[in-house]
């Protein structure tokens, strides 16, 4: 199955959260998935990338030709590396080639695509599954803003079963592979 997986092109300081992103790309290459990601060699983009490669797994990354043209930024050994000219494009591709969705800790940009494929599960696009790795409970604040936001009736109750969170690596790939 194609697992596309949203995390930051930093590294964060947490050693949790290279160790938890580094193991579900060791579980994408193990379990004979193909990684479809943002095509960074940088950052938490870069860990999940070679991990998988390392486990016998396949890379399909995507970026933008402006990000590849920054030295030293692009997976230039991912299996198929697409450069597109917007990131819009590449997000476009980047969903229609996923069978499911892991959301890893992350930035803005990961917080942006993760609301995009929610909210476009919430209006009936897709049925495609979202996880969630909560590591160290990193979206614990977003989570609960998401519950304020239910209470406050801007987000109607089912909107929150349009994705999962899971404490672990394994948890959030196995969900995602029985729920594909």
């Given amino acids: 199955m194609r697992l596309c997986v949203y995390c930051a092109s930093s590294t964060p300081p947490s050693p949790s959260y290279v160790h938890a992103t580094q193991h579900v790309g060791t579980l994408i290459g193990q379990r004979g998935h193909t990684l479809v990601y943002g095509g960074g060699d940088v950052g938490l983009m870069g860990v999940v990338a070679r991990a998988a490669h390392e486990a016998g797994g396949t890379v399909f990354g995507v970026i933008p030709a402006a990000l590849r043209d920054i030295e030293g930024v692009a997976y230039e050994v991912?299996?198929?590396l697409v450069v597109t000219q917007t990131m819009q494009e590449r997000k476009a591709l980047m969903y229609n080639l996923a069978d499911a969705f892991l959301v890893l800790p992350g930035g803005f940009g990961t917080l942006e695509e993760f609301m995009e494929v929610l909210t476009l599960r919430n209006l009936?696009?897709?049925?495609?599954?979202?996880?969630?790795l909560n590591t160290d409970g990193v979206y614990d604040p977003l989570l609960a803003f998401f519950e304020g936001l239910q209470e406050q009736g801007m987000v109607r109750p089912h909107a929150r079963a349009g994705f999962h969170v899971a404490a672990t690596p394994e948890a959030a790939v196995a969900h995602a592979e029985t729920r594909a």
């Fill in 124 to 132: 009936g696009y897709h049925q495609k599954p979202i996880v969630v």
């Fill in 78 to 80: 991912a299996d198929d």
